[in-house]
């Protein structure tokens, strides 16, 4: 499959690449969206001058991301798996359900800040937020669809027709629009509003005395790897989860091919965690006590566990703390949802 993701990458920007000088500035009807950095955030991956977020363009790609017509059967949008309520993922899934039921086996991410993300999946299959949907759209057990069979369809669409010409200098139905209209809709989906965002920029809210003890725990044993204000460092370890012998997920050892990537996953980000349950890259773990039980006394040793769960002689340690001490943690990590986000309604469906 990740052999398919180049060549089709090349079919789709080797074209482009030549004309990427002439930047398609938006004029008139069709004015630049803001895309603001929030002051406590790093500066974007994402590359905004390339595919500069238009007005046109992200309602396109917002009707893009929650029409059925992206998947063989008509049903399964992409908001299908990632629903606003739950941060975008797939609330009460293990693992991904897409067309005609049938079953992944990976738990659908959050989506949010991808901007600022330089890779992306559990195991970082996909190195461009542009590329990303093409895993979705074509996998056979999530949209089960192919570019040509989508862009015929939507050429039957007047609406679409006209919001492409709109949104695009070319004014083309092609993937190379589709997938950049959809990065438009993404980028622009920044979570930035919670009260530990308020707290970090000094705007009057406080933690308790709770939160406060817990974000000094999770300094100390948690953000070496769910790190700074993104709560990830973006790179790829092993956290000690048994191997599931249903699925065997390998994990960024499938893109790399190095033995020593087996079974790590990326770190990933913790914004809105009280909403993204069931954990980890399966959805094995029901509930945030869950994952810091696991922490504390669920640690499997293998070849690639992280060596930070181990002591100087080499036995698994895994993250001491007491039963006050996670729900202190617990009660940090819930000061990461952003109501302002989850309800923001320039990403809803309706
Ligand atoms: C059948 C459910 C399903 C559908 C439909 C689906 N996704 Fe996903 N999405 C997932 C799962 C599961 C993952 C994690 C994939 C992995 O790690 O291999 C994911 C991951 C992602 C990521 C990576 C996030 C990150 O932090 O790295 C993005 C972006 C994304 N999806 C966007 C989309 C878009 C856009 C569409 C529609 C074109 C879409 N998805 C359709 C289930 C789905
Ligand atoms: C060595 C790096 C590392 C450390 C230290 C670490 N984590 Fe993680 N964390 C990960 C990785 C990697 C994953 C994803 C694992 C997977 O799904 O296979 C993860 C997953 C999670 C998840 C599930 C997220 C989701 O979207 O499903 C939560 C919650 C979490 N960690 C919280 C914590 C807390 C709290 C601590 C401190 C007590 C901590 N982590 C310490 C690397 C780490």
Redesign the pocket.
């Known amino acids: 499959m990740i052999k398919n993701i180049g060549y089709i990458v090349f079919i789709l920007f080797g074209a482009a690449c030549s004309s990427e000088k002439d930047e398609y500035v938006p004029i008139g009807q069709n004015p630049a969206l803001e895309f603001t950095i929030p002051s406590n955030f790093p500066e974007p991956s994402y590359n905004i001058t390339l595919n500069t977020p238009t007005e046109k363009g992200f309602e396109l790609g917002k009707k893009?991301?929650y029409d059925g017509r992206?998947?063989s059967d008509g049903v399964?949008?992409?908001g299908?798996?990632?629903i606003q309520d739950f941060a975008f993922t797939?609330h009460t899934h293990i693992?991904?359900?897409?067309v005609n039921g049938a079953l992944?086996t990976?738990?659908?991410?959050?989506?949010h800040n991808?901007a600022f993300?330089k890779?992306?999946?559990?195991?970082g299959?996909?190195t461009h937020?542009d590329l990303?949907?093409i895993?979705?759209?074509t996998a056979e057990?999530?949209?089960n669809e192919s570019f040509s069979s989508i862009l015929q369809k939507l050429e039957e669409k007047p609406e679409y027709v006209e919001l492409f010409a709109e949104a695009f200098e070319d004014q083309k139905i092609n993937s190379e629009n589709l997938l950049k209209a959809?990065s438009q809709f993404?980028i622009m989906m920044i979570s930035s509003n919670s009260k530990y965002d308020k707290i970090e920029r000094n705007e009057g809210s406080v933690f308790t005395a709770n939160e406060a003890a817990g974000f000094e725990l999770f300094k100390s044993k948690c953000a070496s790897c769910h790190e700074g204000t993104l709560f990830t460092d973006q790179s790829y370890r092993n956290n000690g989860l048994a191997v599931d012998p249903q699925y065997n997920d390998i994990g960024r050892n499938r893109v790399t091919g190095l033995a020593s990537d087996l079974h790590k996953f990326?770190v990933?980000?913790l914004r809105n965690i009280e909403l993204t349950f069931p954990y980890m890259?399966d959805g094995r773990l029901k509930t945030l006590t869950d994952v810091l039980n696991h922490y504390s006394d669920g640690l499997v040793d293998s070849e690639t566990l992280d060596p930070v769960f181990k002591n100087t002689d080499g036995a698994v340690i895994g993250i001491p703390m007491t039963e006050e001490e996670k729900d202190q943690i617990i009660d940090f990590l819930k000061t990461l949802t952003d109501d302002d986000f989850l309800n923001d309604n320039r990403f809803s469906e309706f």
């Open positions: 893009l991301f992206l998947s399964i949008s992409c299908f798996c990632h797939h693992v991904s359900h897409g992944g990976r738990n659908a991410q959050p989506l991808l993300m890779e992306f999946t559990w195991d299959a996909a937020l990303q949907p895993i979705p759209i057990v999530e949209m959809l993404m990326k990933p980000t890259h």
